[in-house]
């Protein structure tokens, strides 16, 4: 199974000491291919906010030549190990980069049999709020499934209990991909999914990008994608979700 990694850190630092610790153990596991992509051997301009992503579609964005290879590696992947160190208890400014490139997911969800590893590490503070920021983002992108895992150091050498934590979050995640399992998303995912599904029905003046997605990938008619069930509960939140925005039209 193939993995693109997304390397969050300038450097090869501890952030890639825990993500090989984890490849390691991985391949126990199964037959895991991993493509590493440092994002600090990328040179990513910062996004410049033209919005021509989110209104015209990615392939408009000046530095689509920087990203969408990135975007082609994750689809053509089976699942992803995202890495960030902490800085200033949030991820680095390398990876926040690369996310705001990819902003236009939001409107446009796709990755949805996806599963993701996230990886934080810190000195002391800041990792789980880390990982748990970058895990609500890939849920929000159409992630099926992601597994956190925040290590703080709190000293210059791993102890044998981050050791530890690192191979059994690894094993879990493991088991997690090879199972094929797909999950049900959280409600407020699928929320957000109708609210953009609502307003992806009409072209705007200013852009068509959203639109097309929804009616060309036929997912407009359903209120998330077919392949997941997602029961009845969620189906009814996603359809007052997508009403909810219909009624703000009628005003
Ligand atoms: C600019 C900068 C900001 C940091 N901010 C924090 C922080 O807010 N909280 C913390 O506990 N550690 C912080 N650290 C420490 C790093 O998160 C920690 O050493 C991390 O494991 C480094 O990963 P790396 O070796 O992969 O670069 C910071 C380090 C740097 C360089």
């Not at 997304?6 to 090989?20: A, C, K, M």
């Not at 925040?150 to 995640?173: C, G, H, T």
Request: hydrophobic fraction near 35%; include cysteine; charged fraction near 25%.
């Amino acid at each position: 199974m193939k993995c693109t990694v997304i390397h969050g850190s300038p450097r090869r630092g501890n952030t890639w000491e825990v993500l090989n610790i984890a490849k390691d153990e991985m391949r126990k596991y199964g037959e895991f291919e991993f493509k590493d992509i440092e994002l600090g051997k990328e040179n990513i301009p910062h996004c410049n906010g033209c919005f021509l992503c989110i209104y015209k579609g990615e392939d408009k964005c000046p530095h689509r030549e920087k990203i969408n290879y990135i975007v082609k590696e994750i689809e053509d992947s089976d699942f992803i190990i995202i890495t960030s160190p902490t800085y200033s208890m949030q991820v680095s400014g390398l990876l926040k980069t690369f996310i705001d490139h990819m902003s236009y997911n939001f409107h446009r969800p796709k990755f949805f049999k996806k599963k993701a590893l996230v990886i934080t590490t810190t000195a002391g503070a800041g990792h789980k709020a880390s990982s748990k920021y970058i895990r609500d983002i890939l849920y929000y992108w159409g992630f099926n499934f992601v597994e956190i895992m925040p290590i703080a150091y709190r000293a210059m050498v791993l102890s044998n209990k981050n050791v530890e934590k690192i191979k059994d979050i690894s094993s879990r995640f493991s088991k997690n991909i090879l199972s094929e399992k797909l999950n049900k998303p959280k409600i407020k995912y699928i929320f957000m999914y109708n609210l953009w599904r609502r307003f992806g029905e009409e072209p705007l003046e200013y852009g068509d990008a959203d639109h097309r997605y929804w009616k060309n990938s036929g997912l407009s008619k359903h209120v998330y994608h077919p392949d997941i069930n997602i029961g009845v509960w969620r189906g009814l939140v996603g359809k007052a979700a997508y009403n909810i925005v219909g009624m703000g039209d009628k005003k």
